[in-house]
């Protein structure tokens, strides 16, 4: 099973009035996710699902990657609000869900929640050592049994602007 | 001070009459090396000092980075060897070189060592949770004073698949 953790595209400041789930992609963080997309396309990937967290500017970014043909399903998960923690996103996932091994998920959601979720599964706990850009992403294999906290492999971390 | 760790490309089989370190690159590591390098290129990377491992495979490969234009700096570092370690290297570097913030180096060698000292840098610890491909790279930024041992930040790990 891969995990792909992608980060929100830039999105609007913070603003009195306009609630923080509220806040939309900025034109700039719109393009640039839909590059981001693009290359991703191209170099081959896809997801059997993507899960995205509720909050709008992750939702957009989602939608995007659905546009480009990145995979067919999308699926909102509380999970991956900032109040979302991945012990119980895995028992859910892994106990409740029909998880198989050759499953590709992409993860859409915030910092520093999804680089704490990598390093957990890498290696047991967060230490906010990997920087996760926005629309930036980590790949991840999780092992073929046993717990996946602590003995994943991360494959991939990129900015965006390695991949534009 | 950025690091970019540097796995050498595709080599030799080891076969019988031929030391382990003078395995050669292949026709097919050679040509992947090199449109790694050009990419790196095009992404505006440059190093001001790429520091090698002895090995003939290793040396190849930083050559060929030297050949693209990415550093007009190249020397041969014993720690980078299947016998070297990062502490000593470390100290080495950052007590006895002239060392600056401003410094990018890159360093060319083998595995599971590379990794083994990103996840060092990273964690303080090896766990081997890191994947890193023959011609694939880790960029970690270290921190700006104190150790940087289980204090630096990875921001990116990439297969040359990815690169190309």
Redesign the interface.
């Given at each position: 099973m891969e995990l792909y953790l992608i980060r929100h595209g830039i999105a609007q400041e913070h603003q009195p009035g306009l609630k923080d789930e509220e806040r939309q992609l900025t034109k700039e963080g719109r393009q640039k996710t839909e590059k981001v997309a693009q290359r991703l396309l191209k170099?081959d990937l896809h997801f059997d699902l993507i899960l995205t967290s509720p909050l709008v500017r992750a939702q957009q970014t989602a939608e995007i990657l659905i546009a480009a043909g990145l995979s067919s399903q999308l699926e909102i998960s509380h999970y991956l609000s900032f109040e979302g923690d991945i012990n119980s996103w895995l028992k859910d996932w892994l106990e409740i869900r029909n998880y198989t091994q050759q499953t590709t998920i992409a993860l859409v959601g915030h910092e520093p929640c999804l680089s704490s979720w990598a390093e957990i599964l890498?290696?047991g706990e967060a230490?906010?050592?990997?920087?996760l850009?926005k629309a930036g992403m980590i790949g991840i294999?999780l092992p073929d049994d046993g717990s996946p906290l602590g003995r994943?492999?991360?494959?991939?971390?990129?900015?965006p602007?390695?991949?534009l």
């Open positions: 170099l890498l290696w230490k906010e050592r990997l920087v850009k294999k994943s492999q991360m494959f991939w971390l990129t900015p602007k390695y991949l």
